[in-house]
């Protein structure tokens, strides 16, 4: 009886430590199923007087009777509060961080897409460039005014960090035999002062196309697919004359407004276009300087500004935006 008694014990304190459905299945088996003993208990009354008989008997149906009950309280208090902690399906999900690309990277590589779709190869030139490639295989001159528009950062004398990437032009000449087409992405650097339109370090992306036989009609029509995949098929583009020396002729690249679909608005200063590049057909004097018989090949060449065109996509306002590093301001572009 003392047996019956410790019994008991254990059980009251076993039932209040459980703490999950399948603690409290355990000790349903342990204690009123398979595994209790109460068949033990009564099979020891044979044991004992009549009297303590009846006692004890009624005892052990009553201790069983009680257990039973608490089991059931146990299990609906259990029961609730497991269903209280179930998954709430409506309430939103974790989320998982993720970096993603800088938005200047994002559009370089989607044209740098574009281009290669239309057949052409990407090479990379250095970022420090002698002043043969960046100046003068380029017919531009050591006295020439064209140097003031580009001041650069001078490193040892005749090095500097490259102002363009049309020196890559000259490199990519050297290396390849025509015909050829090639994109070449990459940073510049000018010595000029932050502004919403001017930072220090930008990324441009060169385009060149040398064969026997080409003429404005090929730049054209690559320049005109090219914007029409990037911005989209309704723009349209214009040809401006303008100034390179490494061109001739030369021309600005203009594409119509997104905004007010070229007919003049605030985004667009009113005049219906926004420029976007600069190109022209392979100036015969940069062919002698690569090595190339200028009177065997021709070429064309365009050169784009990648951070711009990144913020006539986007609607960004200020340049100086790429470079300050507000997660806010990144997190936009995790497109991908
Ligand atoms: N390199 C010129 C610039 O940086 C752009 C350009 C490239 C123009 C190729 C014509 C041909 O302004």
């Known amino acids: 009886m003392q047996e019956l008694e410790e019994y008991w014990e254990s059980f009251q304190e076993e039932i209040q430590k459980a703490s999950t459905l399948s603690d409290w299945n355990y000790l349903k088996g342990k204690y009123v199923g398979k595994k209790s003993r109460w068949g033990e208990f009564l099979a020891k009354l044979k044991e004992l007087s009549p009297e303590e008989k009846r006692v004890w008997g009624k005892k052990i149906n009553q201790l069983k009777k009680e257990m039973e009950e608490l089991l059931e309280e146990r299990y609906q208090e259990l029961l609730s509060t497991e269903e209280k902690s179930e998954v709430d399906i409506t309430l939103p999900g974790k989320k998982g961080w993720s970096g993603s690309f800088h938005p200047v990277l994002l559009t370089r590589d989607w044209i740098l897409t574009i281009f290669q779709s239309l057949g052409f190869r990407v090479e990379e030139g250095p970022e420090i460039e002698t002043e043969f490639y960046n100046f003068e295989a380029l017919n531009i001159p050591p006295d020439h005014p064209a140097r003031d528009d580009q001041d650069s950062f001078y490193l040892a004398p005749g090095y500097l960090l490259r ?98 679909g070229g007919k003049g608005c605030r985004s667009c200063g009113y005049s219906g276009w926004l420029e976007i590049l600069g190109a022209g057909l392979v100036h015969p004097q940069v062919f002698t300087h690569a090595g190339y018989d200028s009177q065997d090949v021709r070429g064309f060449a365009f050169g784009l500004g990648v951070e711009r065109i990144t913020m006539l996509k986007f609607g960004i306002k200020d340049i100086r935006w790429f470079w300050e590093n507000d997660v806010q301001f990144l997190e936009q572009f995790n497109i991908f």
């Open 163 to 260: 102002t363009h990437t049309s020196p890559a032009q000259i490199r990519v000449m050297e290396k390849l035999k025509p015909p050829f087409k090639v994109v070449v992405p990459g940073k510049c650097y000018r010595r000029d002062a932050f502004d919403a339109t001017h930072s220090p370090m930008f990324h441009q992306i060169e385009g060149l196309v040398v064969a026997r036989d080409i003429s404005m009609g090929d730049l054209k029509g690559t320049l005109e697919t090219f914007v029409r995949r990037f911005f989209g098929e309704e723009r349209k583009i214009r040809f401006r004359p303008g100034y390179f020396p490494f061109t001739e002729p030369s021309a600005e690249v203009d594409v119509s407004c997104g905004v007010c």
